[in-house]
């Protein structure tokens, strides 16, 4: 169990004894059974390992879920090598999926399945527009959106009525990855970034929104050229411009004056691309993107800005410090208000204890009566929140 425990988080012998401060002898003594860690030591473990102590004690390594399917990485990063944050991320969000299926059974029956699908081989656009719907999500929406952040909250918020889960990764860096996918029905999960800016897990949401109508799950970045299987490429690419069509709808784009104003393919100025890219709540290279798909601009002029942006990119995630966040929002920001609305739903009707919420949200109780209050009374047709 103790090899078990070390490997599935990540960790050679070497980096986790130093972790929790013994000799690596001394760890490779305990997993071949020639001593034993003090309760204290296995509490260091556990909390190196991102385990319950409890699972110390399993008479063999659980089944764990399949590794998913890597398709991307920022340029720099090593294809198939997973870090321990990345890992653990990827187990809690399976773990949370799980447990909210629980849940919403328990609190109000059988939870909504997200039924729109798609071929690699449909027309984005059209895919686009039919997410739109579903979702409730009209072009005009985003002139009431006053920023970034604004916009990704509206996404989420619509994607989680719809039925998917979607949950914010907090301790992997960026460029490892953007955001991932579990496709199981019903209440499908995406999980993305806090570390990205807004306007990117906006895109990464509905990158993987794709995937999810595709049944492709992947490690999700925005780097159509890293090498990989022709297949793999092909849903990428599809990805990628269902998910920018999404948050720019063609039609629109080019009914913009300052599209309209310039016919043909043109280079932009920085200042023009970050005007429209703000309109629209994304990035820059999202909206130059669309102007090239669009015919608007051409491939070199595009293939020129993007480089440079990925590079500023990546010196901003370098430098990026995080800003401090109270308890109560950070519990709703990693786990969704859906996921949230479950198990305060599930507190007030007696099926979970108070020790379950602390858990289930990683909070301290004292933090519970402000938590209700972000959430403002939302509602459950099996229960309330208020």
Not at 149 to 154: E, G, L, P, R, S
Request: proline content about 7%.
């Amino acid at each position: 169990m103790l090899t078990w425990a070390r490997e599935s988080a990540g960790f050679d012998v070497q980096v986790a004894a130093k972790k929790i401060q013994v000799r690596p002898e001394s760890l490779e003594d305990w997993e071949r059974g020639q001593s034993r860690p003090t309760v204290k030591q296995l509490r260091n473990l556990a909390r190196a390992y991102k385990r319950p102590l409890a699972a110390f004690y399993l008479p063999e390594p659980p089944k764990e879920f399949k590794p998913m399917h890597d398709f991307r990485r920022l340029p720099g990063q090593v294809a198939g090598v997973q870090s321990p944050d990345l890992r653990y991320e990827i187990r809690q969000a399976h773990n949370r999926r799980d447990l909210a299926l629980d849940l919403y059974q328990a609190v109000e029956g059988t939870p909504p399945r997200f039924g729109l699908t798609a071929r690699p081989s449909d027309e984005p656009e059209q895919v686009a527009a039919a997410i739109r719907r579903a979702l409730g999500i009209r072009a005009e929406d985003r002139v009431r959106w006053r920023h970034e952040y604004d916009a990704f909250n509206h996404w989420r918020n619509a994607l989680e009525e719809a039925g998917v889960l979607v949950f914010q990764a907090t301790t992997v860096e960026a460029p490892e990855m953007r955001g991932f996918s579990i496709l199981d029905q019903p209440l499908p999960a995406i999980v993305v970034n806090i570390k990205d800016p807004p306007a990117a897990r906006s895109f990464s949401m509905a990158h993987e929104l794709c995937h999810i109508m595709l049944s492709e799950a992947g490690l999700c970045d925005l780097d159509e050229e890293a090498p990989r299987p022709k297949e793999d490429q092909r849903v990428e690419v599809f990805c990628n411009m269902v998910a920018g069509a999404s948050l720019v709808p063609r039609d629109v784009l080019l009914e913009e004056a300052a599209v309209r104003g310039k016919p043909g393919r043109q280079e932009w100025s920085d200042d023009e691309i970050h005007k429209l890219a703000g309109r629209y709540r994304v990035s820059p290279e999202v909206l130059l993107r669309r102007l090239l798909i669009c015919g608007r601009t051409t491939e070199g002029f595009y293939q020129a800005k993007r480089g440079e942006w990925q590079e500023k990119y990546l010196r901003s995630a370098e430098r990026r410090e995080p800003g401090f966040v109270p308890p109560y929002d950070m519990a709703i920001y990693r786990a969704g208000r859906l996921f949230v609305r479950l198990v305060l739903a599930s507190y007030y009707q007696d099926t979970i204890t108070a020790s379950d919420v602390s858990d289930y949200l990683e909070i301290r109780l004292k933090h519970l009566h402000r938590i209700e209050g972000a959430m403002g009374g939302e509602k459950l047709r099996g229960g309330t929140t208020s």
